[in-house]
Structure formats: C-alpha cells, structure tokens
C-alpha cells in the first residue's frame, strides 16, 4: 500500500501549530465577549441552494457541492454568513434586535492552494443584526482591530469601501444586478480593464463608464481628501453619493472615537461575496499579499432567505493567516510557557503512589505528564529538560517514608525534598 499523505489543500496542525490556532481563536472569543457577541455553533453541511444563493461565481464554483445518501443537494460551508442568516430568518426571528453573534470553525472551498491559501482554513466571524447605523459598521471595523491586536499582531491596515457607490452609478444607469455582478466579479480581481469594457457592451454610456474608470483610480489614506475626490465625480448619482455619505458617516465615527485604525478609502474596491450591500473592508498586515479577514454590510441577504427586511454587518477573520502573519511578526503566544510538570517514580512499585500524587496535582488544576515508559530516573529527566518542563517530582521510596517527595527545579537545576500535602503550594509558587 502506498504511503498516505494528506489531501492536496488540507493540513494538519502539529502541536505548536495547533497552540497558536488555540491561542488566535481564544483571543478571537475575547474579543467577542468584550463586545457582547454570543457564540454559537452551526453545521459544516448546509444546503447547496442556501450556500450558493449569494455566495457570487469565485465561492460559488469553489463549493465541495454533493449529493448526500438521501439525494439531498448539500455542500461544505465556504462561509459562515448564510448559516446565520438563515437563522435569523427563522429560528431567530423573534429576537429582539440587536443579535451580536459569533462563530468559530473550518471552512472549505477548492482554492488553487498556495501561500495563505488553503482549501480547509479556519475562521472567526462576528455578525451584529438589526442595525443600518454607521454606529454598527464601525463596531465592526473596531473590534477587527482590537482583534488584530489580541493576537499580537502590529502595522495593520485596513482596506474600506463601499459597493453602494459603484452599483449606485450602475443602477442609475440602468444595468441590471446581473451584469453589475459580473463587473464587480472582475474588479475584485483588480481586472479593471476587462470590466470598463464589460460596462461598454452592456450597454452603458458613455459617462457611466467614464465615471466608474475615475472612481477605479481613486484611493487613498488621507481620508477626507479621498472621499472630497470621490465627491466630485458622482455628483449626479444620488444613490452614489448617499451611499458616500455613509461611507463618510462611518469612518467619521471611527475616527472620532479616537481609535487609532491605519486605514485607506479604496473606491475601486469589490469584494467577491455578492449579498453586500454598503461598507466593505478588509485588513491586511505588510508581510503578506493575502487578507487577513474582510467583511462588510449586507442588507438584503436575511429577506431573500424568508424573513423580515433585516439590515445587518459581519466580518471574518481568516484564523490560520493570522498565524501566518504572527510568524511572520515573530509573535509568540504566552500560552506556551504554562508550567508543565513531569511525575517520576523510581522503580515500577511505586508507580501506583506516583499516579496518586498526579490524580492530587491535577486536581489542583497543575498539567502534569507521568513516566510511563519504566525508564531510569536520568533518563525520564533528560527528556523532560528536552521538552522544557518547568519541574519534575520524583516519587523515591526513602522520602516517601516520611511523607515527601523530591521536586526538581527543571529551570534552575535545584532540588529539594517536599512534604507531600505541601507540593502544590511548591509548584503554584
Ligand atoms: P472572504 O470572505 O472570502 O474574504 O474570506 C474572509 C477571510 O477568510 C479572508 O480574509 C481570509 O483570512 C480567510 N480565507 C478565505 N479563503 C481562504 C483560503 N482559501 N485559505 C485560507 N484562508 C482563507
């Protein structure tokens, strides 16, 4: 039989990998119970019509889409908004709004795997319901931010636009959501060309495509110089220049609450999920040419799936590329240097004693690892210094006969003989 390896675009995380997963998604909680988001859970199988509703042609092609023993069509979730979404639709429907929720796990889509990308990866996602306020798309752009940092990370930057302003020209001109997906497809590829010329043989006009042409170039980090620019080349389309004004709104508030977000306005900016609706953003960190998270506001998205008009925002925050950029920025997770405690007892007589004393330790909520390969005592130690424990206990029958055991300082290379009811205090201190 052949050697098994894994499946091409899936990974396993060995132990200090898996720590530092732990330790974003801990820090992704954190900041989800600061700012008073619920975690729940949902299924990985979804239906493939609700997943492919709005999921836009790059997730929606990238689905692991199959029919389950029942005949039923389903898919691996690429996502996590429609499953909340659809929740809110109908279990949730009766809660009073706002609904802060929060979720946490993998996600599968059959990207082309490369650096940053795989076709399992992990997510944190936070979707606050119930508001059309720019208070809330700047709750989310904050906790990104706050999240960003809880993992340690430095020199983030955000990326913010708004789809309101480009398909507010193209509506006006009376191209159909169709075709404005397909030009929205192509620019969040950066492929701009291609999309002025999908504008042209859609048959937009002239100004229509000269207007969107201006806007692709326009982007910035001096916020209101960029948004006065922008100003200037929609002034005719209203719903354009309403959706700018939130926009302004927005990043208004963000910057009057003295958060200290590095961020720059990208008009020619599309994201490729189509249920957005206003703001969208996404942040990255200078060491990587992939996003680290992105989000955005989706208004429409719980009403197509059957429940009441509900405007709502989310983010996602890509948990294996934010490790990816704490490797990159050298940041450890302090989580690594928790004492760890090894229990040896001199001669296989005694082990029975030794798990005794390792039943007493971890009860005192101590991590404590016990000898179980019968080896000599310097051996059992070697490989404790090897793993960089912090201390061992060493179970010997001539302390044991009055009551105490020997507790070895792994750091400090000291020793002494401990009374037994007393090692706890010995290992906390
Ligand atoms: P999206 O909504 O597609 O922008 O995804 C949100 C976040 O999920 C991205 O910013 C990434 O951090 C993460 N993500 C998306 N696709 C992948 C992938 N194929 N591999 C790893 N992370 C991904």
Redesign the pocket.
């Known amino acids: 039989m052949s050697t098994f390896k894994t499946v091409r675009g899936m990974r396993d995380f060995l132990p200090k990998e898996a720590n530092m997963m732990n330790f974003i998604t801990e820090a992704a909680r954190r900041t989800a119970r600061l700012y008073g988001y619920d975690e729940i859970i949902t299924p990985v199988v979804e239906s493939y019509e609700l997943l492919a509703a709005k999921a836009g042609e790059e997730v929606r092609l990238r689905m692991y889409a199959f029919k389950d023993l029942g005949n039923r069509a389903v898919a691996l979730r690429p996502?996590f908004t429609p499953s909340v979404a659809r929740l809110v639709a109908t279990v949730l429907k009766n809660e009073p709004k706002p609904i802060r929720i929060f979720c946490t796990g993998s996600l599968y889509?059959y990207?082309e795997p490369q650096r940053?990308?795989?076709?399992e990866?992990w997510?944190s996602d936070f979707e606050l319901i119930g508001s059309d306020r720019p208070e809330a798309d700047a709750e989310v752009l904050m906790l990104t931010d706050d999240l960003m940092h809880a993992a340690g990370l430095k020199n983030c930057m955000f990326k913010v636009g708004h789809v309101g302003i480009l398909r507010g020209v193209m509506s006006q001109e009376g191209l159909e959501e169709k075709t404005q997906n397909s030009i929205m497809q192509l620019m969040d590829k950066k492929e701009y060309a291609e999309a002025l010329n999908l504008l042209g043989t859609a048959g937009a006009s002239e100004k229509c495509t000269q207007t969107i042409g201006r806007l692709v170039r326009i982007r910035g980090a001096k916020i209101s110089e960029t948004l006065k620019k922008m100003r200037e080349y929609i002034e005719n389309y209203y719903k354009a220049a309403a959706a700018l004004e939130n926009l302004t709104e927005i990043l208004k508030l963000v910057k009057n609450s003295g958060s200290e977000i590095s961020l720059i306005v990208d008009a020619g900016f599309a994201?490729?999920?189509e249920y957005y609706t206003g703001m969208i953003y996404?942040v990255n960190v200078p060491e990587l040419d992939v996003?680290?998270?992105?989000g955005g506001r989706y208004d429409k998205l719980v009403e197509l799936f059957g429940g009441e008009p509900t405007p709502a925002v989310g983010v996602?925050?890509?948990t294996?590329?934010i490790m990816l950029a704490t490797h990159e920025q050298n940041v450890s997770s302090s989580e690594w240097n928790e004492n760890r405690i090894m229990v040896i007892p001199v001669k296989e007589e005694l082990a029975a004693k030794a798990l005794e004393i390792v039943r007493m330790l971890r009860k005192a909520n101590l991590c404590v690892e016990v000898e179980v390969m019968r080896r000599k005592i310097n051996k059992a130690l070697e490989d404790a210094d090897r793993r960089r424990m912090s201390y061992a206990v060493i179970v010997g029958e001539k302390e044991l006969k009055v009551g105490s055991v020997a507790v070895r300082n792994l750091t400090k290379r000291e020793q002494k003989i401990v009374k037994i009811k007393d090692i706890v205090e010995e290992l906390k201190g």
């Open positions: 996502e889509r990207d940053g990308r795989f076709r990866f997510q994201r490729g999920l996404e996003a680290l998270g992105g996602a925050h890509g294996d590329r």
